[in-house]
């Protein structure tokens, strides 16, 4: 063969080389998860964020969905307020905790140009007056203690030792009192209730988890509800309204879904997201009852009270780059509302979870009022706050809110790895989802409720 | 890593002096399928209906690679090599894109056998088939981006990188064209039994999803064409015919 019968070949064989990959990937299989035969139906029971995403998913693979909420509205613990113009304010959830998520996703996707970083800085009530981070861990009249505290809460996802709270490990650890405050603030009402309220264990099962990172995000000229009205419209419209949930049958080839007027559904499966005070207080039949493990876990995962409180001023009396205020005695955290949204607004809110949660909801709104007002007025002594204060407020008590009843699930003593067992499907019939089944240190968030959506809609599919 | 970018000099240096030793560049692509990581990429899709443009599979491969070749016997050569290799995969869509690449960097050792020289003067062949089989090292150097921008862990960059270890094997066939180059078409099949690639399930989805694994087998199968220059003595080792055209014309 001589050099031109060779390369003659050769030209003939390049195409061969150059289709014959293409032709082995097309013979390939196109989708691991090959396993969503099911193309059933399923009853959703809920319609805040967990819910509503789960509907759309189960509509997307194919599967009839009724989905049906107690309230007359959608939403769960995503609410906004727009009574006051130019902002909406957020009377439930709020932030969307870190860049990596799936409901960071969602707005990078829907609402790009209103995802904003959280922003303003935050100041630290330590007797009586406003201090930066800073200040608390470089403060030599501090002697580190503010340092320590902060090395404390950072290094929970390592927490080495057994069963106690957070406020017996504190006090172990000797942390100075002047930061209980501070900590509890940043720890027992961030998740949702107080530091004695608040298991080590379970705080290092949540802190070890999470990883959605700490930068926060808000949504400058939208709700997060508003957010799902964009993305999961038709599922919305879809919702049957005021249809609460009174017994769940699974003991027949369907599950019957009764409704407290006496309504019955029937469907292959049915997905329960409701809030985990509804599965704690027994507003929901099971038939036959729940297994033992999982009536420990409602038992054991706790949820407590929360409040928000919004006052608007007439003018601010705060400094322009504030963020939050942190560690305040009745109010563990307040922030400036219109921060990144409406700078004119003068709102700030007063976030409130747990026993102070409780204390405040005891009281009526004026008294609340005023004790806001004083406790403001101790930080800011010559910010004029009761005369600054135009009267205007909204009191938002997730406890008060029927077919919610309380803020949101808490890592509570004995809930460590109770999570997961509360996820845990019944007889292939009954799935469980809400931030409360988040077993992946997302707790208590709507990227966590989220996520519990497509963890339980994927065991449906592959059922 | 080291140990064989050592062993590889030793190599050249030691078989640049003796003949039929080659320099080879070669490129070309593949297949590939790492299957854990390609089942996150699909719960990503699923997790994600409302992207309308879904988040493509890892399945080709673009190779670049410098290798040397040199003569340990008749019909045996040792070949290491060291290439990098490019897989992609890219989502479009409005407000957010999503550029997933894994970039593999492999040094193997490889030995070539010619199965039909063994005792012969190889140089009397234009068409020379082999056999190869080797291992070595890769470096896995997963990146993911979303509009442009590094995912991140726990708000920390992800741009880690990894290492495994592989198994080689192939045929191809060099082709004599003249005193300097060779081509050499192959076909090279490359196993990974465990590519770690931690927090990639985080980077991409933002949580731990308990039924995805970090770690994947990972089969790669290459098709690559070489050009092969001769070092050392090269230019005296014509093929046998040649030679013995040219000695009748000295008869006469």
């Excluded at chain 1, 409130?352 to 007002?373: F, N």
């Excluded at chain 2, 790492?34 to 992207?51: D, G, H, M, Q, V």
């Amino acid at each position: 063969m001589n050099r031109r019968i060779l390369l003659k070949q050769l030209m003939m064989g390049l195409p061969a080389a150059a289709f014959l990959p293409s032709f082995l990937s097309s013979c390939a299989k196109e989708e691991l998860i090959d396993s969503f035969k099911f193309n059933g139906s399923v009853i959703v029971i809920g319609a805040g964020a967990s819910g509503i995403y789960s509907a759309n998913l189960l509509r997307n693979y194919g599967a009839q969905v009724i989905h049906l909420e107690a309230r007359a509205v959608i939403g769960g613990r995503m609410k906004a307020n727009t009574s006051i113009p130019g902002i909406k304010i957020e009377l439930g959830a709020e932030e969307i905790h870190g860049k990596r998520s799936i409901l960071y996703d969602l707005a990078q996707f829907n609402v790009p140009d209103s995802l904003i970083p959280l922003p303003g800085d935050d100041y630290y009530h330590l007797e009586n007056q406003l201090r930066t981070k800073n200040f608390l861990i470089e403060s030599s009249d501090l002697e580190g203690a503010g340092a320590t505290m902060f090395q404390i809460i950072d290094s929970f996802a390592s927490y080495p030792g057994g069963a106690q709270s957070v406020a017996q490990y504190l006090a172990e650890k000797e942390l100075d009192a002047r930061f209980l405050e501070i900590a509890n603030a940043l720890i027992g009402n961030e998740y949702g209730a107080d530091n004695n309220k608040i298991g080590m264990l379970a705080l290092k099962e949540a802190e070890d988890g999470y990883s959605s990172g700490e930068e926060g995000q808000i949504l400058k000229d939208k709700s997060l509800l508003e957010l799902f009205e964009i993305a999961f419209s038709e599922d919305i419209n879809q919702v049957k309204l005021n249809k609460p949930v009174e017994s769940i049958n699974y003991e027949g080839a369907q599950v019957a879904v009764t409704t407290e007027n006496g309504e019955t559904f029937f469907a292959d499966k049915v997905l329960v997201t409701v809030p985990i005070s509804i599965l704690k207080n027994n507003s929901i039949t099971f038939v036959p009852s729940l297994a033992a493990d999982k009536l420990d876990a409602i038992d054991a995962i706790k949820m407590d009270n929360g409040l928000k409180i919004v006052l608007q001023f007439n003018a601010p009396f705060w400094e322009g780059n504030t963020g939050s205020i942190i560690g305040g005695t009745k109010v563990p955290e307040y922030w400036i509302t219109g921060a990144g949204k409406n700078e004119n607004a003068n709102l700030i809110t007063a976030f409130v979870m747990g026993e102070k949660a409780e204390y405040l909801a005891g009281l009526s709104d004026a008294q609340k009022i005023t004790e806001i007002l004083e406790e403001l007025s101790i930080l800011y002594p010559t910010g004029n706050v009761s005369g600054k204060y135009n009267s205007i407020n909204i009191v938002q008590n997730w406890l008060q809110e029927a077919y919610i009843e309380g803020a949101y699930s808490y890592p509570s003593p004995g809930s460590e790895g109770k999570r997961a067992i509360l996820a845990a499907p019944v007889k292939g019939k009954v799935y469980f989802a809400g931030e409360a089944t988040n077993f992946n240190g997302h707790l208590a968030t709507v990227h966590g409720a989220m996520e519990s959506g497509y963890r339980a809609v994927k065991e449906i599919l592959e059922a | 890593m080291k140990n064989i970018l050592i062993i590889t000099i030793l190599f050249v240096f030691s078989f640049s002096l003796r003949a039929q030793n080659y320099l080879n560049l070669y490129g070309g692509y593949g297949i590939t399928a790492p299957k854990e990581i390609n089942k996150s990429i699909e719960t990503f899709n699923y997790s994600r209906p409302w992207l309308i443009e879904k988040q493509p599979l890892f399945q080709k491969t673009l190779t670049l690679g410098l290798g040397y070749t040199g003569i340990l016997a008749k019909g045996l050569f040792i070949s290491p090599d060291f290439q990098y290799n490019i897989s992609k995969s890219f989502s479009e869509n409005a407000n957010f894109n999503t550029n997933i690449e894994m970039h593999w960097w492999r040094g193997n050792i490889n030995l070539d056998i010619y199965p039909l020289e063994f005792g012969l003067d190889s140089v009397g062949f234009r068409f020379r088939p082999f056999v190869r089989v080797g291992g070595g090292a890769s470096a896995i150097l997963p990146r993911i981006n979303f509009n442009d921008s590094l995912a991140t862990v726990n708000d920390e960059d992800y741009s880690p990188h990894f290492w495994t270890y592989q198994f080689s094997g192939g045929i191809g066939c060099r082709i004599y064209l003249n005193r300097i180059i060779d081509i050499m078409p192959f076909i090279q099949y490359n196993f990974q039994p465990s590519v770690k690639v931690e927090d990639f399930n985080l980077a991409l989805h933002g949580t731990n999803i308990p039924e995805l694994s970090n770690v994947s087998k990972v089969s790669n199968l290459q098709f690559l064409l070489s050009v092969s220059f001769k070092l050392g003595r090269a230019r005296e080792l014509v093929p046998e015919q040649t030679e013995t055209k040219t000695r009748k014309k000295k008869k006469k």
